[in-house]
Structures are given as structure tokens and as C-alpha cells.
């Protein structure tokens, strides 16, 4: 029977109880349903609505529902309960008879519910910055293992400037740690309980909701029924912690998808995560990588589509809201399986290193090195700018990189060029210069992995 049936005199159209049941998808907030029905009965204690003994016995049969739960989650899928609420509610008249009609008293449906998802938010966000450090620890420790691997920089796509594979591990690794600072902003946000808040105007029953949070494990209560019962924007800011990670995992994915490419060659992938192809047996294709760029659209599209759903949407609580969990929990079971899938990528990854290198005395990447040089011997930085284009086209002209003109060639340019040119034209000489906090020198990685060691507790 529905919890609002007495209300009606007709049953509702078997067409309309499918499209208003949300038993499919919100079965998954079951565990946190039973968690807080049993913290809500301690409250109806406080407030002469059961008894100690009364409530002890919803107690017992509320955490052996829970542990039903916990050994086969979906056998709540073969019921024809409306949703997760009246399912529990349900399965608790069925063990202790008509006390268990009791415990709704003084609880609407509108505060359960966003109990249940700030709850469960909250249990996501442990997991996810789990899976967030762990990401970032296979990032480290892949930079660890090949800081000598020298390989172009990009701007533009067009090779640029000489970086480490190691130094571009860490640049990801910076990008996680924003998206791990991101969800420790939003959980001080979403941790305060909308418990006793009822429908939209409060409980009629004097609960100490500070105490009721408290045992829920939230830092404090809401202040406020009205905002209680209609704030997703927990919702929101997780799809959008979820969106901005995504684009970082789907800009770690292109690059190795090129890294990988037969133009590049700078990387193997481990066959652990690439696949073939149908017809041609010399393919290997990057799959893992590519799902994880394909999967960043659907995360972006469920934050898309929550912020359309209550752009418009009047106090306090429309059945709109329904339209919260799908998107949401599609978007971070499909954010927390991309952090692992990347993970993987990295364990067995080899570097080309000959390759690389090769790559990175291509496109003259010293170009920069040799206008530095005309600074430090007195020439304007846009005059030596000048000057080393000019250079840059006479050797592209002659198929040979700046380091293997000779001097007599160079001082054409300008005849502040000497022998000691070639010194600080090697592709080393271009990294180790990098020196600032933030660089490419070898002190400078050595440096950031220590402290990034240091900060994700790796020995």
C-alpha cells in the first residue's frame, strides 16, 4: 500500500505508478534509509512517541533489515514498493506488526529523502578521494621511474620546449590534488543534517535536531525547513567536482592516446588495457583510454541536466527532485571507475625513451635556449627573438637543427654568437636551466615528487 493512500479513492493507472516509482534507482540508498530510521527513532524516544522498549525493538529489527541489505542489495528490486522509504517501511511493519506504523511520526518523506542523499554523498566522497589518491600515487611513482626520460613539450600541438615524462606525471598529479581540495570544500557544505525538517515547514515534535545530527555523523543541522527539504546544491557541486575531474582524466587520455599513436611513438600501453581490432591483426588500440575521454561527455551531460531540472523549480519540494539520483550516482560510479581505469593504464606503461628523445631534438626545441643567449650577451630579447627565427628558417632550409649549423653559419645571425653556444644548446643544458620552483630541471622534479611523496604518505 502507498504511504499517501488514504487520500485517494481510486488506485493509480499501472502506467503512472511506473513512471512515479523510483524503487529502480533509489534502492541504493537503502543502507543510509535504515541508518537514519534508526537515529529517528531515538529522536521519537525524547519526545514520548515510543518507549525505550519500543524503540529498542525497531532498533533490532531495523539492523537486521540492514544487514538483509548488506548480504543481497538487490532483492529490494523484486518488490512493487513506490520507493526506497516505503520499501524499509514496509519490510519493518512485516517484522514487528504495527509499532513499526509508528516511526514516520513527526518525518515526511522530503527530509528522509535528503538525509539519505547527503548521507550516501557523503560515503561517495570518502570513496572518491580514495580513488583520487591512488591515482595520483601511480602518477608519482611513474614519474619516479622515468625522470630521465626526456621528451618535447607542446604548446599548440607543435613540439615547444624539452619537459621530463616525468615532469607531465606530475603536472596530472597537480590537477587531482585540485580535485581532491574540491571535495573537501563541498563536504564542510553538504555536512549538515536536513533531519526533522518534515515536509517543509519543520517538525511539530520539540526533537533537538543538533543531537539527531550528531548521531548521524553530521557536524551540524540545517538551519532552515524550507531551503532543507529543496537544497541539491551538494548535488550540484559533486556532477560539477565530477565534470571538472573528468576533463582532467580526458586530457590525461588524448595525450597518451598521441604519446601511443604510430605518429608519436613515445609509449607502449600493456595490453591489459588495449584491444584489437576485428579485421586488422597488427592493431592495438588505446580502448581504456579513449572510454574514459568518450565517458567525460556523460558526466558533463548529468550536471547539464541537474542544473536545467531546478533552475526553475519554486520552494519547497517538487516531485522535479526525483530527477537527482540517476545522473548523480551514473556520474560518480562512472568518475570513480575512470580514476582506476587510468590507474591501470600507468601500471605497465613503457616509456620510449630513444624515441622520446629523439622527438625532443626535433622542432627546435632550443630555440628559446639560443635567444636566452643573446639576452645574456647584451641583445634586446625581441631583437634576439628576431634573430633566432631568421635562424630557425635557415636551418628548417637546410634540414639540420640549430646545434649542427656551424659557428661561421650562426654568426651570420649575429655576431655575437660564439663557440660557447654549443653549450647551451643541448637538450640537457635546455633542462637543466629550468631551475625555478615549478621546472623542468632535474632538481626541481626530484624536488616536487618528494614533497608529492611526502603529502600521499609513500615511502
Not at 34 to 53: C, D, M, N, P, R
Not at 257 to 281: H, K, Q, W, Y
Not at 372 to 400: Q, S, T, W
Request: glycine content about 6%; hydrophobic content about 40%; proline content about 2%.
Amino acid at each position: 500500500m502507498a504511504l499517501w493512500g488514504g487520500r485517494f479513492s481510486q488506485e493509480a493507472d499501472q502506467q503512472f505508478k511506473q513512471f512515479n516509482d523510483s524503487l529502480r534507482f533509489d534502492y541504493r540508498l537503502a543502507e543510509q534509509d535504515i541508518v537514519g530510521s534508526v537515529a529517528w527513532s531515538k529522536a521519537l524516544v525524547t519526545v514520548g512517541v515510543l518507549t525505550s522498549e519500543e524503540q529498542q525493538k525497531l532498533e533490532l529489527a531495523l539492523n537486521t533489515l540492514l544487514d538483509e541489505v548488506r548480504t543481497n542489495p538487490e532483492a529490494i528490486l523484486q518488490s512493487d514498493a513506490e520507493d526506497i522509504h516505503s520499501w524499509v517501511e514496509g519490510q519493518l511493519i512485516a517484522k514487528v506488526g504495527d509499532l513499526g506504523k509508528k516511526l514516520h511520526t513527526g518525518r515526511s518523506r522530503n527530509d528522509q529523502v535528503a538525509t539519505d542523499l547527503k548521507l550516501w554523498c557523503k560515503e561517495q566522497i570518502a570513496v572518491i578521494r580514495q580513488a583520487l589518491t591512488e591515482l595520483q600515487q601511480a602518477l608519482v611513482i611513474t614519474a619516479e621511474n622515468n625522470q630521465d626520460a626526456v621528451m618535447p613539450g607542446y604548446t599548440h600541438l607543435q613540439r615547444a620546449q624539452p619537459v621530463t615524462f616525468a615532469h607531465w606525471c606530475l603536472a596530472y598529479a597537480e590537477m587531482l590534488t585540485r580535485d581532491e581540495s574540491r571535495l573537501q570544500d563541498t563536504l564542510k557544505r553538504l555536512d549538515v543534517s536536513p533531519l526533522g525538517c518534515g515536509a517543509l515547514a519543520g517538525t511539530a515534535y520539540d526533537i533537538d535536531r543538533e543531537q539527531l545530527a550528531s548521531w548521524l555523523g553530521f557536524a551540524s543541522a540545517t538551519r532552515n525547513s524550507l531551503d532543507s527539504v529543496s537544497d541539491r546544491d551538494h548535488v550540484m557541486e559533486l556532477l560539477s567536482n565530477a565534470s571538472i575531474s573528468m576533463i582532467h582524466l580526458s586530457r590525461f587520455a588524448e595525450d597518451l592516446i598521441f604519446f601511443n599513436s604510430g605518429e608519436a611513438d613515445f609509449v607502449e600501453l600493456s595490453d591489459r588495457v588495449t584491444s584489437g581490432s576485428s579485421l586488422m591483426p597488427q592493431k592495438k588500440n588505446p580502448d581504456a583510454l579513449e572510454l574514459i575521454r568518450g565517458k567525460c561527455g556523460r558526466v558533463q551531460g548529468a550536471l547539464a541536466g541537474m542544473m536545467v531540472t531546478l533552475k526553475g523549480l519554486p520552494l519547497a519540494y517538487n516531485k522535479d527532485m526525483q530527477e537527482d539520483k540517476e545522473g548523480l550516482f551514473d556520474a560518480l560510479d562512472t568518475w570513480r571507475i575512470c580514476l582506476h581505469m587510468a590507474a591501470l593504464v600507468l601500471d605497465g606503461i613503457q616509456i620510449k625513451r630513444d624515441r622520446c628523445w629523439e622527438a625532443a631534438k626535433q622542432g627546435y626545441a632550443n630555440a628559446t635556449e639560443l635567444a636566452d643567449y643573446l639576452v645574456a650577451k647584451g641583445v634586446p630579447f625581441r631583437e634576439a627573438h628576431h634573430i633566432v627565427g631568421e635562424a630557425v628558417i635557415a636551418a628548417i632550409k637546410k634540414d639540420k637543427a640549430l646545434e649542427e649549423l656551424s659557428l661561421t653559419e650562426l654568426q651570420k645571425f649575429s655576431e655575437t654568437i660564439s663557440i660557447d653556444v654549443y653549450d647551451i644548446l643541448s637538450l640537457q643544458s635546455c633542462l637543466d636551466k629550468r631551475l625555478a620552483k615549478g621546472g623542468v630541471a632535474q632538481k626541481q622534479v626530484t624536488l616536487a615528487i618528494a614533497e608529492a611523496k611526502q603529502r600521499l604518505h609513500l615511502s
